[in-house]
């Protein structure tokens, strides 16, 4: 099988490339694939949980905001990884840019965002997504589409001409971070991967691993 042009031409990354502070480097590359335009969801990251019944699950969903307090997405809290979450709060994330060849993997401890958070960004939301908040019972059994719509089609009319406030089952969860990993593509499977790891003193150690 021939090797694509471009596995050759990745551009080595070295220790001495990576900003001492994980937040800051994840930044630098976040915003990087922010300005790819191959890249339609550059904020789209795999959320892993220990579901209630003991197995590991993943799912999709977007990267709202960060900083050194954490990582902070939002859900239906009575979802399955909202009832994961609550279980066991801890998680990993996954952020993959293929374009770039670059991967971002996450481990860390869950708290739940405050109400103001939650409330402030679910102001930001469109319309209908604050609607389908209401009418969508996430992650429960759904008998027929015509349900979701009658369900979306009630809470629509409740809320004509009024604002459509957070529901109580709708917030957000930030995860702080204990362990980042950066990964960048390298041919022969021989990537380039980096670690940190935060110390008992709050402070972040990196180190290479092998591919």
């Given at each position: 099988?021939?090797?694509r042009?471009?596995?050759?031409?990745v551009?080595?990354?070295?220790?001495?490339?990576?900003l001492?502070?994980?937040i800051?480097?994840?930044?630098?590359?976040?915003?990087?694939?922010?300005?790819?335009?191959?890249?339609e969801?550059?904020?789209?990251?795999?959320?892993?949980?220990?579901?209630?019944?003991?197995?590991?699950?993943?799912?999709?969903?977007?990267?709202?905001?960060?900083?050194?307090?954490?990582?902070?997405?939002?859900?239906?809290?009575?979802?399955?990884?909202?009832?994961?979450?609550?279980?066991?709060p801890?998680?990993?994330?996954?952020?993959y840019?293929?374009?770039?060849?670059?991967?971002?993997?996450?481990v860390?401890?869950?708290?739940?965002v405050?109400p103001?958070?939650a409330?402030?960004?679910?102001?930001?939301?469109?319309?209908g997504?604050?609607?389908?908040?209401?009418?969508?019972?996430?992650?429960?059994?759904?008998?027929?589409?015509?349900?979701?719509?009658?369900?979306?089609?009630?809470?629509?009319?409740?809320?004509?001409?009024?604002?459509?406030?957070?529901?109580?089952?709708?917030?957000?969860?930030?995860?702080?971070?204990i362990?980042?990993?950066?990964?960048?593509?390298?041919?022969?499977?021989?990537?380039?991967?980096?670690?940190y790891?935060?110390?008992?003193?709050?402070?972040?150690?990196?180190?290479?691993?092998y591919?």
């Amino acid at each position: 099988m021939l090797m694509r042009p471009w596995l050759w031409s990745v551009r080595p990354l070295r220790i001495s490339d990576l900003l001492d502070n994980p937040i800051d480097q994840f930044e630098k590359w976040f915003n990087r694939a922010k300005r790819c335009l191959s890249l339609e969801f550059p904020e789209a990251m795999c959320l892993s949980t220990l579901g209630t019944d003991g197995y590991p699950e993943g799912r999709m969903v977007l990267l709202k905001s960060f900083s050194a307090a954490g990582f902070v997405f939002y859900t239906n809290i009575l979802s399955q990884k909202g009832r994961a979450l609550a279980q066991l709060p801890r998680a990993a994330l996954t952020m993959y840019w293929e374009p770039l060849q670059r991967q971002v993997r996450i481990v860390g401890d869950i708290e739940a965002v405050t109400p103001e958070e939650a409330d402030t960004y679910f102001a930001t939301r469109i319309r209908g997504s604050r609607i389908g908040a209401w009418a969508s019972l996430q992650s429960e059994a759904l008998p027929s589409r015509s349900v979701l719509d009658k369900r979306v089609e009630q809470y629509t009319k409740l809320y004509k001409n009024k604002d459509v406030p957070r529901p109580p089952h709708w917030s957000g969860f930030r995860l702080k971070p204990i362990r980042i990993e950066f990964w960048q593509l390298r041919a022969n499977r021989l990537h380039d991967r980096f670690l940190y790891t935060k110390t008992a003193k709050g402070e972040w150690e990196k180190k290479r691993l092998y591919p």
